[in-house]
């Protein structure tokens, strides 16, 4: 890849010699798999290692991630004491993501939802008293009445496989676009991580960071 290219494709929000905040965009693997797809994870290595000029392999942490649909912020490590740190405070449940979604349907005002989830080997997650806990709690913004959806933002309080998707569908709320959980219309999913709030690994800063999801999809129906 051409270095432009690289420094053009990333929306960068934030770096320092510890971490990097960056906008993980919609469709993008957070990190390789058996698809050899491109992925966020190496865009991050081959940004750090063309902008500062870096010989050899570059060091950058992945301490938390998005699926494949969904957008937003993420951080990186850019060292290993700084990836411990982070690593601590998601397992201490301090590390703050707030996403946005369409759901279908007119939703209630707000609410919280708790469950236990569990992981299937074929990649879905169910209800299931053997699982583990889910919570989040969720605010309406709006509701398109043409369209029977309403946008919610989420507080996600646990950090469980495909938990919002599974946690709105389970109750008649599925998002948009989700052809796992929800209705199969072969459109993109309506979910963004639009907020991340978290301890700076070294200076202690509180630092919080946002992003707007796309004006596209279903989206459209709703100024965001």
């Known amino acids: 890849m051409e270095d432009g290219k690289v420094m053009s494709k990333l929306n960068v929000l934030y770096e320092d010699n510890h971490i990097i905040v960056v906008e993980k965009p919609i469709n993008v693997l957070s990190q390789g798999d058996a698809t050899g797809d491109k992925d966020l994870l190496t865009m991050v290595k081959e940004y750090v290692k063309v902008k500062y000029n870096k010989p050899g392999n570059v060091y950058i942490g992945l301490v938390h991630r998005l699926d494949r649909p969904v957008g937003g912020v993420m951080v990186f490590a850019r060292s290993s004491k700084a990836a411990a740190r982070l690593n601590k405070e998601i397992q201490e449940h301090k590390m703050k993501k707030k996403y946005m979604a369409v759901v279908h349907g007119n939703i209630m005002d707000k609410g919280t939802f708790k469950d236990k989830l569990e992981k299937q080997e074929n990649g879905n997650t ?20 043409k369209s029977n959806t309403s946008l919610v933002s989420i507080d996600l309080k646990t950090g469980r496989h495909h938990q919002i998707r599974v946690q709105f569908a389970s109750r008649g709320y599925s998002l948009c676009g989700d052809q796992r959980y929800g209705r199969v219309d072969h459109t993109q999913l309506a979910l963004f991580a639009y907020q991340l709030q978290f301890t700076h690994p070294t200076t202690k800063e509180l630092m919080t960071f946002e992003v707007k999801p796309p004006c596209e999809g279903h989206w459209k129906n709703f100024s965001v």
């Open 126 to 145: 169910i209800l299931s008293w053997d699982g583990k806990d889910a919570e989040l709690s969720f605010e309406k913004l709006a509701y398109d009445e």
